[in-house]
């Protein structure tokens, strides 16, 4: 028996059933249920299943044992969808309790309805374990600070973003609580944490009615991919006494929040809980068997989910119980309030599947030529002290900051005879925006040669020569693990008498094509000199975009319209 409970515990496995003289219960004639339970509720869960298990109930005439592990939910849905491989580490539980609902909605999807090949249906019931909203969890001296300035109330998800430095989503914040820049985002990753998920949900189902949605949700992506760290307990090691610059707010369970402050940090969290309301994680009890025998066993379980006791231990752990109800122990001191927050409406199991699809692609990592041309007409004036060219320079540099370090990213400038009879010449190799180049980084070259560029006052624009040369060079070097593009800045009219024709220029971009390797290619125009027509056919043998800058200033709505069409 030592040696037994001894395995279990290095396993990390509650067992609470152990075969008795003459009871029925365990070995081979109990009816074995085995239990995935998100780490944080696994204590609760196992609690309530070992009173489950002594209480010797029957389904079929089979006594009927729960073993819990503690899984990971973002590994059990990946399984439960089809697209994971079962190991002992991770076989199909007969019962799932993950931390949200949003982990059950994305296995179903996966696996479609039903179960799909190689995955199992999974029927949420109504029961709920425990709650806990998600939260924005501020340094305490932080949120005293801004006590001072005068500023107490709650502030909006628009606010929020805005001083993180994202994109704002359209909404008007009368109370601009936080100042814009002030502060950094620090989200758990949202293909492994349901936080760090629930927030894409929160940005998605407030920006459903804004006609720009997809470029303003394309922008809080960047931004929060930025931010990302492994899980909870990373974004608590960024609130340190003292910290000068940024500071960190975080996006966590309500839950989370409590038990770091619990350990007496030297910078505890402040939980503010943002107007418009927030999603909660659920804990949603989640029948995964698709044995009848076993399904009867599971709903007797689901039920030791709801008991007094249960409730009781739900609240000694800091989470509310399913109806909202927080703990005594909720109040200033502790960081948190006993008040519940509104909640925003659940997101439907095809909406959560789309905006995780198109997270995924967006955080793909950026591989970027970037074409600039050079020509002659480039030096006209737009205004005071400035010609297009210099225009542009400012237009790549606000692109540019909008990048990660790990974008590759590459340039040449082009216009007619730049390298003997070639319209285009390589001025920096494409590569990570990080990695050096002499004695700066490839970022520092980039914005050292956009300083430096100049028109070429007899130069001609060889368009349609340089994109196929650059169209070329990237299919030969495509990177499947990037999204792998070509950004042509122009004043948007080929004029290059040695080159080819725009229908031979397309008929060869469409011969280089290969289904495996797309290669976007995207244009923007500086101008009202622009030739839309022959850039926009360009576009539509790509499956790029064209876009037309009229001031610098519109780069980067222009830049993140261009980033979302990845979403789609």
Request: charged share 20%.
């Amino acid at each position: 028996m030592a040696g037994a409970v001894g395995l279990a515990l290095l396993l990390g496995v509650g067992v609470y059933a152990f075969a008795e003289s003459g009871s029925g219960c365990g070995g081979d004639e109990a009816m074995n249920l085995t239990v995935a339970a998100a780490p944080d509720i696994a204590p609760i869960v196992e609690k309530a299943a070992g009173r489950f298990n002594d209480s010797k109930q029957k389904a079929g005439g089979r006594c009927v044992v729960a073993t819990v592990k503690k899984v990971e939910p973002s590994s059990v849905s990946t399984l439960l969808s089809g697209q994971g491989v079962a190991n002992p580490s991770n076989e199909r539980p007969d019962v799932w309790i993950p931390d949200s609902s949003l982990w059950v909605s994305l296995a179903q999807s996966g696996a479609g309805e039903g179960g799909g090949p190689g995955g199992a249906a999974s029927a949420k019931t109504t029961t709920s374990v425990a709650t806990s909203p998600i939260v924005v969890g501020l340094p305490q001296s932080l949120a005293a600070k801004l006590k001072q300035q005068g500023i107490t109330a709650s502030p909006s998800w628009d606010n929020l973003l805005k001083a993180a430095g994202g994109v704002a989503g359209g909404a008007v914040t009368k109370n601009q609580m936080i100042p814009a820049g002030s502060v950094r985002l620090v989200v758990p990753d949202p293909m492994k944490n349901a936080a760090g998920m629930g927030s894409l949900m929160i940005t998605n189902t407030l920006l459903a009615n804004d006609p720009n949605r997809d470029s303003i949700f394309t922008g809080i992506v960047r931004t929060v991919r930025e931010s990302t760290v492994p899980d909870v307990a990373a974004e608590f090691t960024h609130f340190r006494k003292g910290r000068t610059g940024k500071q960190p707010i975080s996006l966590s369970s309500e839950q989370a929040l409590w038990k770091y402050n619990k350990t007496g940090p030297e910078e505890p969290a402040v939980a503010l809980y943002p107007l418009e309301g927030t999603l909660s994680m659920d804990y949603p009890f989640t029948i995964t068997s698709t044995d009848a025998a076993e399904q009867e066993g599971a709903r007797l379980l689901e039920k030791a989910m709801s008991t007094e006791a249960t409730r009781s231990d739900v609240h000694a752990a800091g989470f509310r119980t399913p109806d909202g109800k927080a703990p005594n122990g909720f109040d200033q001191k502790a960081g948190v309030s006993p008040a519940r927050p509104r909640q925003l409406p659940a997101p439907k199991s095809a909406e959560v599947a789309k905006v995780m699809q198109a997270w995924s692609k967006l955080t793909l990592g950026l591989r970027m030529l970037v074409l600039i041309d050079v020509s002659g007409s480039m030096a006209e004036q737009v205004g005071p002290n400035r010609n297009r060219l210099q225009a542009i320079a400012q237009v790549s540099q606000g692109g540019l900051s909008m990048m990660s370090d790990d974008t590759e990213l590459g340039q040449w400038l082009f216009s007619t005879n730049m390298n003997g009879d070639k319209p285009y010449k390589e001025m920096i190799p494409i590569g990570p925006l990080d990695e050096r180049i002499g004695s700066t980084t490839r970022r520092g070259r980039f914005l050292s040669t956009l300083q430096q560029m100049r028109p070429k006052p007899d130069g001609d624009t060889g368009l349609y020569r340089t994109l196929l040369a650059a169209y070329s060079g990237m299919n030969r070097t495509y990177k499947p693990e990037f999204g792998n593009s070509i950004l042509l800045l122009t004043d948007g009219k080929n004029d290059d008498p040695g080159g080819p024709t725009l229908q031979v220029a397309l008929r060869q971009l469409k011969n280089m094509q290969d289904p495996n390797k797309p290669i976007q290619v995207n244009m923007i125009g500086f101008g009202r000199g622009v030739d839309r027509n022959e850039l926009e056919q360009i576009a539509r043998v790509t499956n790029g975009s064209v876009q037309t800058a009229m001031t610098p200033e519109e780069i980067q709505k222009i830049f993140l319209k261009m980033l979302s069409r990845r979403i789609q």
